[in-house]
């Protein structure tokens, strides 16, 4: 007889007992089939992964990635302690852009790459480091975010997330999906994510200058501008175990996103002539796509000792179109601006380590990079029909820069209490760009020491004192080197410009800024995987760049212009002053009897910083505030699996002297996000987000004193806008 397949057999036992009674002979019973069991061992928080860590490290894990539902890693940036979002790219320490390291799995982000798309759903974790280290390029004065993609499983998975969201005029939607598996030696992982985006403001600016005879003029414009646009990410990985201690993994990475923008401003005249042009119309148009391909192999040698090589290559490309239109006061056609922009670039890197243990809790490690690039960019700007600089317009410019690096380092836990991190790393860089009249050669070479020491007051390590003495740059990035001319198309190049609005042009003489940086830190570490940490530092820079505006004799007009251009000003010199605290509040302040689900986190930074050859006051930094604070919670209702949290972060306005005629006043910031988080079961959870809840406008200004010592000023004023957001995550 043939016996019913076990599915249809449970299904009878279970659905229709009386029928066991009405056999005469019951079947034997099947074997059970057999049972599939994990063995995993206990996760490592990300807090404890902090404490184990040689050199001060936060570490954002999988947990934090999901709490609000976030479409793009920013929005969990804007939320992370000591970390300053400005336009859209994150800041350590308030130092701005060039300062900050950004890493995608340990290498350096492509131009025109944004962790604003990048869903936080193709990446593991995201460490933030507040120093630099041996084995990543020592361009960090301020620190090194490094976002580590999700890798090949080790567990089949299967997760799939709807969202959308609204900002403005209609929803957009975004999802991301999952699949992954192990067959015997090898795993497979496949993320996939698609997201659309739409975004628009009011502003207003006031603009006290001159007019084209140079003349007084005072203007009054309003505006408005829409931003929208699609994109998508596929992430394949694929992980094989060779054999015993042998693992190949392979690692893509493809991205594209297409992006559409439109505006039109209005302009009063209040004093002097009136502009050719006073009703203005823009749109904007393109995209920006990009192929990255990793090969590494990993051999576990003798006695704990590790090889790693690596070798992998990167594509991308983007396009941009432009085109204004400008009437008079009549509705009358006087300005049709076109500008066309296209850049390509190319890129080969190899590497390797070697770790080997050298005894009880002492290791050593050496590596090695090679990077080649190469990038290509025409731009193209017609007005009226004809070129604003016939010399340049469709001129490629190519530009090629070769890198490489040698490093070493040793940790080592010398005493019961004591550990250091001893690195060395040594990093050359040449650039070679020839553009239609000019060739640039420019190479720079940095030795960085680096030491970390480390001392555990109490056997267990929960309460660290950490110091730190390093070496870190900043090399000048290509757009700074390059010399060609950007004109500010208000002042046609055949009349003279004001100050306030000068031409730009790169310096191909520019040096690397040095930079020697001491910090030091007391971290406490609470049972409850929550944290205190507090801790300064201090940073000597050489070499400051900083744009200067000049008059200046140019090739590309008949009569002087001003020029904006970067120099290396001289010395800066920064310091200060970070807290940091996260964790169950019945841990922190158990005296106020808090609720029990309740978590919350807050930092607070304070800074100064003096840049000599600049007048006081407010000679700082350029983008580094006096002070800032975060402050959150997260909350989990007794019983139930629902939570709900909040993050409100907050920057004052400052200003800043940026040289002893220019000067750059930049408002308050601030933004407060909440979530509520509904699990409906293991496989099903709904998130509910809002996003800038309490919106401010975002005001500058900016001043610059004539030769003639006249004062001309331009003032800005935009509005933002709450975003909502819905998702809900299907695990199968």
Not at 563 to 577: D, K, Q, T
Not at 685 to 699: C, D, G, I, K, T
Request: with cysteine.
């Amino acid at each position: 007889m043939k016996r019913a397949p076990h599915w249809l057999a449970a299904l009878l036992a279970c659905a229709a007992p009386g029928l066991r009674a009405q056999a005469v002979e019951p079947e034997p019973a099947p074997p059970a089939p057999p049972q599939r069991v994990e063995i995993r061992g206990n996760e490592v928080s990300d807090t404890e992964q902090r404490r184990r860590r040689s050199v001060a490290t936060s570490i954002v894990g999988r947990e934090e990635l999901d709490r609000f539902g976030d479409v793009s890693v920013t929005d969990v940036l804007r939320r992370t302690p000591g970390v300053d979002m400005q336009g859209g790219s994150p800041r350590l320490r308030g130092l701005g852009s060039g300062y900050t390291l950004i890493l995608v799995n340990g290498e350096r982000a492509p131009p025109g790459f944004s962790l604003e798309n990048l869903p936080p759903s193709q990446v593991e974790r995201i460490e933030i480091t507040k120093g630099p280290t041996a084995e990543f390029s020592a361009q960090a004065v301020a620190g090194t975010i490094n976002v580590i993609l999700r890798q090949a499983a080790r567990v089949r998975q299967r997760e799939l997330r709807l969202g959308t969201g609204y900002q403005i005029e209609r929803p957009v939607g975004n999802f991301s999906a999952t699949w992954a598996d192990q067959w015997g030696p090898v795993g497979v992982a496949l993320p996939v994510s698609g997201y659309q985006w739409r975004g628009g403001n009011e502003w207003r600016s006031e603009r006290y200058a001159r007019d084209l005879n140079l003349d007084p003029q005072q203007l009054r414009s309003r505006g408005v501008s829409r931003w929208w646009g699609y994109g998508g990410s596929f992430g394949p990985r694929l992980s094989w175990r060779l054999g015993e201690g042998r693992t190949l993994d392979f690692n893509n990475f493809v991205q594209r996103h297409d992006f559409r923008s439109a505006g039109e401003s209005r302009t009063d005249v209040l004093a002097g002539a009136t502009p050719p042009s006073v009703h203005d119309e823009s749109r904007n148009g393109g995209y920006w796509q990009m192929l990255r391909t990793g090969l590494q192999f990993t051999r576990r040698l003798p006695e704990g000792g590790r090889l790693e090589l690596r070798a992998g290559g990167q594509v991308s490309d983007s396009q941009a179109r432009t085109d204004g239109l400008g009437r008079n006061a009549s509705e009358a056609v006087t300005v049709i601006r076109l500008n066309r922009a296209r850049t390509e670039e190319a890129s080969a890197t190899s590497g390797g380590k070697v770790v080997w243990p050298m005894g009880d809790a002492h290791t050593m490690a050496v590596g090695f990079e090679v990077e080649s690039r190469r990038r290509e960019e025409s731009r193209t700007v017609l007005e009226n029909g004809q070129p604003q600089l016939a010399d340049y317009e469709g001129q490629a410019f190519v530009a090629r820069v070769e890198r490489q690096a040698l490093w070493a380092q040793d940790e080592w836990e010398f005493a019961p209490r004591w550990s250091a991190y001893l690195g060395l790393r040594a990093e050359r860089i040449a650039l070679r760009s020839q553009g239609p009249d000019d060739e640039i050669v420019h190479a720079s070479q940095v030795v960085t020491p680096m030491a970390h020491l480390n001392f555990r007051i109490d056997p267990q390590g929960r309460d660290l004192v950490r110091a730190s003495l390093t070496r870190a740059y900043r090399a000048p990035d290509l757009n700074r080197l390059v010399a060609r001319p950007a004109i500010n198309t208000t002042y046609p190049v055949d009349r003279p410009n004001p100050p306030i609005s000068p031409d730009r042009v790169g310096n191909p003489l520019l040096e690397p800024e040095l930079s020697t940086g001491l910090d030091v830190a007391f971290e406490k570490y609470l049972a409850s995987n929550g944290v205190v940490s507090i801790g300064g530092f201090v940073r000597h820079v050489d070499g400051l760049i900083r744009n200067v505006t000049r008059l200046e004799t140019v090739p590309w007009a008949s009569v002087p212009r001003w020029v904006s251009r970067p120099v290396n000003l001289g010395p800066a010199r920064s310091i200060g002053l970070e807290l940091e605290l996260k964790g169950r509040a019945a841990e922190l302040w158990p005296a106020l009897r808090p609720p029990a689900g309740l978590s919350v986190r807050g930092s607070l930074s304070v800074y100064r910083s003096r840049v000599q050859g600049v007048p006081s006051p407010d000679n700082r930094l350029e983008g580094q505030q006096p002070w800032s604070a975060t402050l959150g919670f997260d909350h989990a209702w007794a019983g139930t699996p629902r939570t709900f949290g909040a993050s409100l972060a907050y920057t004052p306005g400052f200003p800043v002297q940026q040289t002893s005629s220019q000067r750059f006043e930049q408002s308050r910031r601030r933004s407060l996000d909440a979530y509520l988080l509904l699990p409906l079961s293991r496989q099903v959870v709904w998130r509910l987000a809002v996003n800038n809840a309490w919106p401010v406008a975002s005001a500058t200004a900016t001043s610059v004193v004539d030769e003639d010592g006249s004062l001309q000023r331009s003032l800005g004023r935009t509005t933002s806008r709450r975003a909502y957001s819905a998702s809900v995550t299907l695990k199968f």
